[in-house]
């Protein structure tokens, strides 16, 4: 029955996709979750990035490098299970939402880092010398500056992060891989392999596509923006 072009085979998946359906939810649940805590996560951590006393960015490095240097799988496994043997057990969906934000606010904050930095000196002594505080100036002046630089490379961060919702099947999540793995091995649906997974495939494809056609739009966009204004 796991052929490609088997009708039985496609038949007892379209039978059963309210499964692939629910899975989805999942995935999408955590990944909201996941964008929330990244954001403010890395606006936090990009801010700290690029402050002028050494502690703030001391902090950020420390919490960059260890993050990016280390595989999400990891440190969902560590906090999930960590939690577990110390008495303190979180669910499979909160440890997967905690685990996508802190990772992937570790590049949020290198963005924001670059946003921060790509912005002309003179911006920020204009701030200074209009009396603003740092929060006014940051608030006011520059990231209102950095939205346009920023944009592309944070979509394509969520679209990544949509697609590392996947790891929720290590700690037996009910994501979209996980409810797919548990079609295909099921008693009843078991067999349906290659249709199972296209469909799944599909379902990603379906969210992710439009974030990075965004992306790249935007980006060309600033590009050429750019070219213009040099020229």
């Not at 909201?32 to 403010?40: E, K, M, Q």
């Not at 936090?44 to 919490?63: A, D, E, F, Q």
Request: hydrophobic share 50%; glycine share 10%; charged share 10%.
């Amino acid at each position: 029955m796991g052929g490609l072009f088997s009708e039985k085979a496609w038949e007892v998946v379209l039978t059963h996709k309210a499964s692939f359906l629910q899975g989805l939810g999942v995935t999408v649940e955590s990944a909201l979750g996941g964008i929330v805590i990244a954001t403010v996560l890395g606006i936090l951590l990009g801010l700290m990035g690029v402050s002028t006393r050494r502690l703030p960015k001391t902090i950020n490095r420390i919490y960059v490098e260890a993050i990016q240097n280390t595989p999400l799988i990891l440190q969902l496994c560590l906090l999930y299970y960590a939690c577990s043997f110390s008495g303190h057990k979180i669910g499979v969906l909160a440890a997967g939402i905690i685990a996508l934000g802190i990772y992937h606010g570790a590049y949020m904050a290198e963005v924001i880092r670059a946003g921060i930095e790509s912005i002309p000196r003179g911006q920020f002594e204009a701030a200074d010398a209009q009396g603003f505080d740092y929060t006014q100036k940051m608030a006011y002046i520059i990231l209102p500056q950095t939205v346009k630089v920023i944009l592309p490379p944070t979509v394509n961060q969520i679209g990544n992060l949509i697609k590392n919702t996947a790891v929720l099947y290590i700690i037996g999540g009910a994501d979209l891989i996980s409810s797919t793995y548990n079609f295909v091995t099921g008693a009843n649906t078991g067999g349906s392999y290659a249709p199972a997974y296209i469909v799944c495939g599909i379902l990603f494809f379906i969210i992710c596509f439009p974030l990075s056609t965004l992306a790249g739009r935007w980006e060309a966009k600033l590009k050429a923006q750019d070219e213009m204004m040099n020229a």
